[in-house]
């Protein structure tokens, strides 16, 4: 037993330790902490710094120019003597971009994510998802070039029927569930069985043939278009979508996995369907996550810059109509990438500065969305969690 | 992308600079239509005398920005240097010197289904500032003009602004902007009724050049003058040339120069 003892403190030191020794293993171990503290807090000062020095760059603009013309004037000629600074297109095209790609890559990521989480089974997943996250892993650089190179050319032969196809591949299914949902509400009420299946059916037939008819109309409006130049905002929105797709879906199905077998299968042992329990169980419990990986992607659509700057076309107008997604745009980034190399302090001050406003407003948005984000997923948790 | 090189270009230069040492090397940054003639130079400069050269495109305006900083030997310049910029080198105590390298044309291009052949300055100015939005107002078929212009830092950009629409008059908002002679010429090509303007040099089947004011652009309208739309490249030196760095800036002017000059489409001064 003694010899145990021995041999047991012989191996590790624990037993016995001098008092140099534990001064010593004190300093180390402070050292270590503080070591461990500076490497983490590293992370918070780079973006404090980042912060500060866009700011710093950013805040002799407004000195010099005042906020108005910035915010409200889309007059953007930096080169001009004088220049002018209206940045109003510009946010706008950014936001145009940024809505157009997130009302693509949304559903689609959310759908996608459902569908690996719930619906395959799991030798597909294994499969399916590292193959959907290794679009995040092509350079923007590569995306921006087949939207210009490919895709730019593509739109503007075969503009008119690639939108036709889109319309009906995406809008023929939720037609389809619409018109199934809409006669099964209106013939609800009726009492008797047979003749509520009969109606019921009847109803079904009108509504498909409607929402047939109204893909088909639409569909023929959209394969007349002629889409005069291909670098626009639906060129862009179409490729950040992408660019955004593998974060979301990453994202939301990790949300999804983390609800567990427990809720699933109490909502199955409650007789819910497979849809059911998708819809009324699944995606409540994950919707925390599930926003967080919606605005993930948001971010990534803003601030993506090389896509933007080959294939938006940059023009720096508003579309006439405004939601004419098929005229140039201009956006914050590629603004910043673009006029860059001549804004330099030594020819002109407000038009190097300038870059740096905008900077600084990607940066706040940015900011208050993480903050939003944030925030929701915090409440949703507590809800989750019945406080 | 351009940019990306660029940093690329100069994180090598700052990481190879110190082995070779300053006076082994020259660099040179600038226009990106001085680009191809640049390379070829130093290609050329490189063989001849075993003296490293880097030729980076980042824009005239950055070429110009990178003599007064002091990062490049040699600027390229697609226009001459703008009082801004000479009163800020005389802040920093070096006088640019200009050399010409060549003359270069800025041709009209349009795509090569576009039946127009011939504009006028004042048309191409109409078409420019937005006035003209439609090809039948110049004859051509009825279909909307496409415009396509550089970014500010270009100087073909400044160039063609100052040859073709004055100083005053403004560039429509309506304009797309591309980064690069190369992305204008790929989006004339492949767009039905696009416009667009790029160095003589760049100009090949893929797309069509229009006659300005009845002169079709090429070399010799160049040199005689008569092609309206004509403008000298610039190689800029901090203060009067000496040695390896006079010899290069003074190849334009050797009989081998003069072939590359015209080899790439250029125009011997």
Sequence with gaps: MNEEVRKESGRSGAFIISARKRKFQKIAKTAGESMLLLIASFVAIVVLFIFYFVAVDAIPYFQLRGFSEFFTSSNWYPAGEPGEFGALAIIYGSGMVTLGSTLLSVPMGIAAAICLSDILPFSVRQYAKPIIEMLAAIPSVAFGFFALVIFAPLLQTHGGPILMWVWWVLAAPFLLLAAIVIADLITAKIQDQNSRERMSKVLLAVFSVGALGFLYWVGSVLQGIEILTGTNALNVSIILSFMSLPTIVSVSEDALQAVGRDLREGSYALGATRAETIVKTILPAASSGIIAAVILGVMRALGETMVVWMASGNSSHIPDPWFNYLEAVRTLTATIAGDMGEADQVTGSARYHVLFAMGLLLLVISFFSNLVSERIVVRQRKILSGQ | ?269
């Excluded at chain 2, 667009?196 to 010799?220: I, M, Q, T, W």
């Design chain 2, 1 to 269: 992308m351009k940019r990306v090189l660029f940093m690329m270009a100069m994180f090598i230069l700052a990481v190879a600079a110190p082995a070779f040492g300053a006076a082994n090397t020259i660099v040179l940054d600038g226009s990106t239509t001085v680009g191809p003639l640049a390379k070829s130079f130093a290609a050329y400069f490189t063989k001849k005398y075993g003296v490293k050269v880097m030729v980076s495109e980042s824009g005239s305006g950055n070429g110009a920005k990178g003599l007064i900083n002091g990062s490049c030997d040699i600027a390229t310049l697609s226009r001459a240097m703008k009082p801004r910029e000479l009163s800020a080198a005389k802040a920093k105590g070096i006088s640019p010197v200009q050399h010409i390298v060549a003359l270069d044309g800025i041709a009209m291009v349009v795509h090569p289904g576009n039946p127009v052949k011939n504009l006028t300055k004042a048309q191409i100015a109409a078409i420019y500032t937005g006035r003209f939005t439609n090809w039948k107002e110049v004859g051509g078929p009825n279909a909307k003009i496409v415009v396509i212009q550089r970014e500010s830092n270009s100087g073909t950009q400044e160039a063609f602004k100052e040859l073709v629409m004055g100083k005053t008059a403004q560039i429509s908002k309506d304009a797309e902007t591309q980064a690069s002679n190369g992305a204008i010429k790929n989006r004339v090509a492949s767009t039905r009724s696009a416009i667009g303007f790029l160095g003589l040099g760049f100009v090949d089947r893929s797309v069509k050049p229009v006659a300005v004011n009845g002169v079709l652009p090429s070399v010799a309208t160049v040199k005689s003058g008569s092609y309206p739309v004509s403008r000298p490249l610039y190689f800029y030196t901090a203060g009067q040339p000496t040695g390896t760095l006079k010899k290069f800036v003074d190849l334009p002017k050797t009989v081998d120069g003069k072939r590359i000059v015209s080899e790439l489409g250029f125009v011997v001064k």
